[in-house]
């Protein structure tokens, strides 16, 4: 799979057959105020088609003037945004993928994702409240509003629930993914099962920059860490989705076709003790609100 990928217009196929780009944009703590819009519009300069949001990021609207704004053609850029936590269930979860659609300005997401899991700690109701939106994903998704349909910082038990009632699978799963923190057992899980792991937080949120075994493998193939970062996630069949709001960091951070990380290099860095962790687990998702409650 790796050596077809040579630019960020290659893609990657998901289960029903969706093409989707290979590298990401990530638009998480990117402002409002034209901040996004602009980004959104350098990242599309910069050669990548794939632009990902969360209606909780606040700036979904931003990111659709900046798709507008860029001239490319809407057929050619994939988005993805994410349901919030506040909208499980049914009715809310239909409600929230007009909401979104209104505010990207689209006719359809190619992506939509279960930002977190409801947990026990929310509900003893937590399989039920997740197969409640998972359905509203469904009838959307068969409604030609969304492309495909997947989730995000979902562990296996989550995945599994989920199949009991599902009778569509998810097609992603997002997870917190870099150097430093890999949750390698549940990548390769979700992967044997036909699942795309996307990584956000591919550079550790810039926590792992400064870090010197990086450095050192990093200055061996003559790029930087955060080259070394996405390269790592790519040569592990994993979607990352750099951030930056400096151009010039967005087009270095797609510089990542032209090198291999050795077998060695990459067992090194997949062992690298806990670097840059969130500290965000599913059972610590939020849980600020209770579908029909």
């Not at 998480?28 to 959104?40: A, E, F, K, S």
């Not at 850029?77 to 979860?93: A, N, Q």
């Not at 569509?168 to 390698?184: A, D, R, S, W």
């Not at 990352?240 to 050795?262: H, Q, W």
Request: hydrophobic share 40%; aromatic share 10%.
């Amino acid at each position: 799979m790796m050596n077809d990928l040579t630019n960020l217009c290659d893609t990657l196929t998901l289960a029903n057959g969706v093409k989707i780009p290979c590298i990401g944009y990530g638009t998480w703590q990117t402002p409002n105020g034209g901040v996004t819009r602009r980004c959104v519009k350098d990242a599309l300069a910069a050669g990548y088609r794939h632009i990902d949001t969360a209606f909780v990021y606040g700036n979904e609207a931003e990111v659709g003037e900046g798709l507008r704004d860029s001239g490319a053609a809407r057929e050619d850029v994939f988005i993805t945004t994410k349901h919030w936590v506040t909208e499980r269930g049914y009715e809310k979860t239909l409600a929230a993928i007009d909401t979104s659609l209104q505010l990207l300005g689209l006719d359809y997401i190619d992506l939509y994702l279960v930002h977190w899991p409801c947990v026990a700690k929310v509900t003893d109701r937590w399989q039920e409240v997740n197969a409640e939106t998972w359905r509203g994903f469904e009838t959307a998704y068969r409604a030609g509003k969304l492309r495909a349909v997947g989730v995000s910082n979902y562990q296996q038990k989550h995945i599994e629930a989920l199949w009991q009632t599902a009778e569509i699978k998810p097609m992603v799963n997002q997870l917190e993914f870099h150097p430093g923190y890999t949750q390698l057992d549940n990548v390769t899980w979700m992967q044997s099962n036909g699942i795309l792991v996307e990584a956000w937080s591919p550079l550790g949120s810039g926590a792992v920059l400064q870090n010197g075994t990086l450095a050192a493998i990093a200055a061996k193939y003559h790029k930087s860490v955060a080259q070394l970062c996405v390269r790592f996630a790519l040569q592990l069949g994993v979607l990352p989705l750099p951030k930056s709001t400096a151009p010039e960091r967005m087009a270095a951070n797609a510089d990542v076709f032209g090198f291999e990380i050795s077998p060695e290099d990459m067992a090194a860095i997949a062992d690298l003790p806990r670097t840059g962790f969130s500290g965000f687990l599913p059972e610590d998702a939020p849980a600020d609100a209770l579908a029909g409650d």
